[in-house]
């Protein structure tokens, strides 16, 4: 049932939305309602991203939202009990063209007075780290070791569980709200145990809940092999 008033109401059960009434429910904030418009979460861009999580970003904004947001993520499974599949195997990105290198020379200098250990490599440099990458048109790269990838779709589902919050699905047509997998209330502060871990991989979430490459289950041309 939706609740006859609401303090926060969030709309969008991605994982910004589901991250939003999580972190409000931990601060007290008990009068929140998530309405989603599709009949499970995560449907639109959670459901299809393939997970990356980083450091490297061009703007101010962004790289301390980055600096705020990330930590939470290495602290996620011992906070909820619930692994999201958390690696941090770095980003490089390869540039074909001096504009470009120019434009991600400015992004390190600027990730690097915010703190983030960024740096720009020449070609030779990323032929001595990844042998196997086809580099004849590549100038430069930039590469940070912290960046990474989660599982999304098993951190949004976790968030879910223990965030508290009435969660609603709008029902097109009628106009009308339905609850979207449960509706329950949380008074006492969540505990892990009130999250069970999911089988590793997500099986049995809805929508495309594993991060993948793009290149998965194909050859990559950036490879010889």
Known sequence: MLPPTADVVIIGGGVMGVSTAYHLARRGCRRVVLL???????????????????????????????????????????????AIDLRWPGYLFLLDNAADLAIFRRNVALQNRLGVPSVILAADDVRARVPL????DIVGAAWHAGDGLADP???????????????????????????????????EPCQPSHCAPLPAGGQGLPGNTKGRAACRGKKCPRTRA
């Open 36 to 82: 989603e418009k599709h009949p499970f979460l995560g449907a639109e861009a959670t459901g299809k991203c393939a997970g990356g999580i980083r450091y490297q970003f061009s703007t101010e904004i962004n790289i301390r939202l980055s600096q705020l947001s990330l930590p939470m993520l290495e602290r996620f499974e011992a906070e909820t009990g619930q």
């Open 133 to 136: 990458l086809r580099l004849d």
């Open 153 to 187: 779709g098993l951190g949004r589902w976790c968030m879910r569980r223990h965030g508290g919050v009435p969660i609603l699905s709008l029902a097109f047509g009628s106009g009308s709200l339905r609850p979207l997998l449960s509706a329950w209330s949380m008074p």
